[in-house]
């Protein structure tokens, strides 16, 4: 079927800020709500690109929240989803439907974990456990001790509980005191406040020394000689050759044989990679892993249009647009510690040139914006290969995180 609708994400934070599954819904073009047909064929479609040939699940240990409607929970699309790692979301008002209850309790017979969303928490009281398996609490800042004393009643249950709307740390931290299980907001764009790591820590000034030295054709030996100077960075740099599939058949112990083999763009895109991850801890999770994503699934977007190097540097542009937050540092100062290309500096600053755009829909995928189809269309991708490079870029950033 032909794909009209994209999918937009958005993370699930445990109360340690890791990311524990992604919310994702169908963005429609035009206002209108989805097909009965569209949704079965969207279901189908997320449930071919998350799972090996072999029927194993790519995201690991993420689980995916769908968004759902009645119609949608007969579909036989949905049995090609694993039920362990399927939560399909769905408004309380739809389950006043004796046939949409009954659908909703087969399927969660059947291992598909069920999020009730705006249910009158104190109405449904006790019933809550037998319809649901997780439930969703509007978290305010007033009123605490009432909304503790509602959430323990449910935490001495088997139900688990997913705070919506946490948009600030503040609110985060109050709600991992209060005992809830996930929180969803913009949390994966946010710095968390109160790191004292500002500025780059001794790895990442190596690492930057790297990239600026790989981006002007350095000679190997030269490489091979600050390389040496971080033991961490080479052993790294060294596990990663040896581990990508290289098919070397042997294994590379020595660095300049690692530079060579590896060649000069791939150890840039491999380097600001590490840049980001050599972040010290004061920044959360989920950030460093919305960067990957971001990354990924721009340099995915631009490949067919642009070619395997141009995808490269969208790759790094991606990487570097959230490099300020994870450094905790103005993005003129990351932009001038570092030289990139014009296009690279076009699409971290505005967003134009060759590369901006491809950012900028990638950014759109996670914000839930109401720009993606245009933004998609403006560089010829259609709803079905912007969503075949999310759920790629996804499972890619499980790799890199595992």
């Not at 709307?165 to 949390?187: E, H, I, M, Q, R």
Request: net charge neutral.
């Amino acid at each position: 079927m032909h794909q009209t609708n994209f999918l937009v994400r958005e993370p699930l934070l445990d109360p340690r800020q890791r990311v524990v599954g992604y919310e994702l819904c169908w963005q429609r073009l035009g206002a209108a709500a989805p097909t009965l047909a569209e949704l079965e064929d969207l279901v189908g479609f997320v449930a071919a690109n998350v799972q090996n040939e072999e029927g194993g699940w790519l995201l690991r240990s993420k689980t995916l929240f769908l968004e759902a409607v009645p119609g949608m929970l007969s579909t036989d699309a949905l049995h090609n989803m694993p039920p362990e790692h399927t939560v399909l979301s769905i408004k309380a008002s739809m389950l006043a439907n004796p046939d949409t209850l009954a659908a909703v309790q087969a399927l969660r017979v059947g291992g598909v974990g069920i999020l009730l969303r705006e249910a009158d928490l104190a109405r449904v009281g006790s019933r809550l456990g037998t319809i649901c398996s997780y439930v969703e609490v509007k978290f305010t800042g007033a009123d605490v001790a009432s909304q503790a004393r509602a959430y323990a009643a449910l935490k001495a249950s088997t139900l688990r509980m997913i705070g919506r709307p946490v948009s600030t740390w503040n609110d985060f931290d109050a709600c991992a005191a209060l005992g809830l299980d996930a929180f969803v907001g913009k949390l994966h764009l946010t710095p968390r406040p109160g790191a004292d790591n500002k500025g780059m820590n001794t790895a990442q000034a190596i690492i930057m020394q790297l990239m600026q030295m790989v981006n002007a054709n350095a000679e190997i030996k030269q490489i091979e000689d600050v390389l040496k100077r971080d033991a961490a960075v080479s052993y790294q740099l060294l596990r990663y050759i040896n581990s990508a599939g290289f098919g070397t058949g042997r294994e590379i112990t020595s660095l300049r044989q690692a530079i060579s083999m590896l060649g000069y763009a791939p150890l840039y895109r491999w380097l600001t990679l590490l840049l980001a991850t050599a972040s010290s801890s004061g920044y959360s999770p989920v950030l460093l892993e919305t960067a990957v994503v971001r990354g990924r699934l721009a340099e995915l977007l631009g490949a067919k249009a642009l070619g395997k190097a141009d995808a490269e540097n969208i790759f790094v542009a991606g990487m570097f647009s959230l490099l300020d937050r994870l450094l905790g540092i103005p993005m003129e100062e990351v932009l001038s510690s570092i030289q990139l290309s014009d296009d690279v500096v076009a699409a971290l600053l505005t967003r134009s040139g060759k590369y901006g755009p491809y950012l900028a829909l990638a950014e759109a995928c996670e914000l839930n914006s109401a720009l993606v189809s245009s933004l998609a269309a403006a560089v010829n991708l259609s709803p079905a290969e912007v969503n075949q490079a999310h759920l790629a870029a996804l499972a890619w950033t499980q790799t890199i995180a595992g």
